[in-house]
């Protein structure tokens, strides 16, 4: 159980364009889903938290209007990167929680964005 | 505010060989502790957590880590190293049960050598 799907796995697109990432909890419902962005040889980085039906939260320093996100649905959220340059190069991953007390997060396993 | 520290951004160890890699934590409350696994190019999966209870946790693939409160600690511990468990592992606290965010650690590179 528990499973946490992102689609795609890999994408590469010309700088300018913009490419969407979804994130889908396949077994269970998340009530919140986080969006996060790894660099290489580095620990995760917290862009934002989503709750299904509201506005998502953006940490500081993440630009809300390049990193587009959309909590639709209790088993679905989409990062949508408007405007890819090279520099939003980088592997994002998704986590979900179900809203259990323990505050677990289960993992996406991540897309690998490459704009060219 | 809470924290953690993984010291040691790399650890290397000896086929068969014990695992320790560190975990310090800061947290003005009880925390729920956790430490997740990523393989290259993969996402995160989660080896054990301590949220209450029995202070010595259990995980998968022959991992266990033991909360020390006293010492605001977290190990991560294998008896006998094998070449599969060479990865990048994340020490992760959640404080605060009104939302979900983790705080992480900056992650421990396991290099198992032949």
């Known amino acids: 159980g528990a499973v946490v799907s992102q689609h795609p796995s890999w994408v590469i697109c010309k700088s300018g364009t913009s490419v969407k990432i979804e994130c889908r909890s396949l077994?269970?419902?998340?009530?919140?889903m986080f969006w996060y962005r790894q660099f290489p040889k580095q620990s995760l980085m917290l862009m934002a938290t989503?709750?299904?039906?509201?506005?998502?939260?953006?940490e500081q320093g993440v630009e809300k209007d390049k990193f587009l996100i959309n909590h639709a649905s209790l088993t679905l959220s989409t990062l949508t990167v408007t405007s890819a340059h090279p520099e939003d190069s980088s592997f994002y991953i998704c986590?979900?929680?179900?809203?259990?007390?323990?505050?677990?997060?289960?993992f996406g396993p991540g897309t690998r964005l490459t704009v060219l | 505010a809470q924290s953690v520290t993984q010291l040691g951004s790399h650890v290397s160890v000896s086929e068969g060989a014990l695992v320790l890699l560190r975990c310090n934590y800061s947290?003005?409350?009880?925390?729920?502790l956790f430490w997740y696994v990523q393989y290259p190019n993969q996402g995160l999966q989660l080896l054990l957590k301590?949220?209450?209870?029995a202070t010595l946790v259990k995980g998968i693939n022959g991992f266990e880590a033991e909360f020390k409160k006293s010492e605001t600690s977290f190990h991560l511990t294998k008896p006998s190293a094998h070449m599969s468990d060479a990865a990048e592992y994340f020490c992760?606290?959640?404080?605060?049960?009104?939302?979900?965010?983790?705080?992480w650690g900056a992650g421990t590179k396991l290099i198992i050598k032949p």
């Open positions: 986590s979900a929680s179900s809203g259990g007390s323990y505050n677990e997060q289960f």
């Open positions: 077994d269970f419902q998340a009530t919140t």
């Open positions: 989503s709750n299904e039906g509201s506005k998502a939260t953006y």
């Open positions: 947290s003005s409350v009880p925390p729920y």
């Open positions: 301590y949220t209450t209870g």
């Open positions: 992760a606290v959640s404080a605060d049960p009104s939302n979900y965010q983790l705080i």
